[in-house]
């Protein structure tokens, strides 16, 4: 089966100019999640998706980060204005259904650098 | 405060050793617990989902243990190859504030020398 497909893999920019990246999960996934990963650390979620209505998204940083996921299908996350801060790799991760035994498949991720 | 966290941080062995790297969690009530294998530069991968009612479970060279009692996992990898290096990361699913979420650890970097 194909993966998660995630683009651009690299990104730079300057503070202050947005962003945004883009995620197709495996076919049939309901659930997606977008992490994001500091150098160094775990993933840390950002939102979670369970077909196109939001389950999760506390940790969202909502004055400027969005996501969406119209159709149920891809998804995208935008960052605006971003912030020195965000420099990270952005993994978005697909399960066929969203309970805490169904397994995650991750993408490549988005590196994102902000100067 | 729901937790994860490995040891040691950084590992440098030789190819053809073995090695143990350790995972300790204070998540309540237990789910499962996993382990991934990330490549640099990609995608976390999964190597193992172990249930309450497994205390070791195999992937190839790859050996997950469990101890439920004291909260510890440990992944024991035999004979080291230089695609083992990586970073392995343990992650333990919460539920917490209504939501369920998964618990990542800070991870493990794996260095194999030839």
């Known amino acids: 089966e194909a993966g998660v497909a995630q683009s651009p893999r690299y990104k730079i920019i300057e503070k202050r100019q947005s962003v945004a990246f883009w995620c197709n999960p495996i076919?049939?996934?309901?659930?997606l999640y977008w992490y994001q990963q500091i150098l160094g650390q775990g993933p840390k979620l950002l939102i979670q998706?369970?077909?196109?209505?939001?389950?999760?998204d506390s940790q969202l940083p909502k004055d400027r980060f969005s996501a969406e996921r119209l159709k149920g299908v891809d998804s995208t996350l935008k960052i605006q204005p971003a912030k020195l801060e965000d420099s990270a790799v952005y993994l978005c991760?697909?399960?066929?259904?969203?309970?805490?035994?169904?397994?995650?498949?991750f993408g490549n991720g988005t590196r994102l650098t902000v100067t | 405060k729901n937790q994860v966290e490995q040891s040691p941080q950084s590992l440098i062995i030789l190819e053809g050793k073995n090695c143990t790297l350790q995972?300790?969690?204070?998540?309540?009530?237990?789910?499962?617990l996993r382990w991934y294998k990330q490549d640099t530069g990609r995608g976390p991968v999964s190597l193992t989902i172990?249930?309450?009612?497994?205390n070791t479970k195999s992937n190839g060279r790859y050996t997950a243990t469990l101890d439920a009692d004291t909260k510890q996992s440990s992944l024991h990898i035999t004979a080291s190859q230089l695609s083992d290096s990586a970073s392995y990361i343990c992650?333990?699913?919460?539920?917490?504030?209504?939501?369920?979420?998964?618990?990542f650890g800070a991870g493990t970097r794996l260095a194999v020398h030839p």
């Open positions: 992650v333990e699913p919460s539920f917490s504030g209504g939501y369920n979420k998964l618990i």
């Open positions: 991760a697909s399960s066929l259904v969203g309970s805490m035994n169904s397994p995650l498949h």
């Open positions: 995972c300790n969690y204070t998540v309540s009530p237990f789910s499962n």
């Open positions: 076919s049939g996934h309901a659930t």
């Open positions: 998706f369970q077909n196109n209505g939001v389950v999760d």
């Open positions: 172990m249930t309450f009612s497994e």
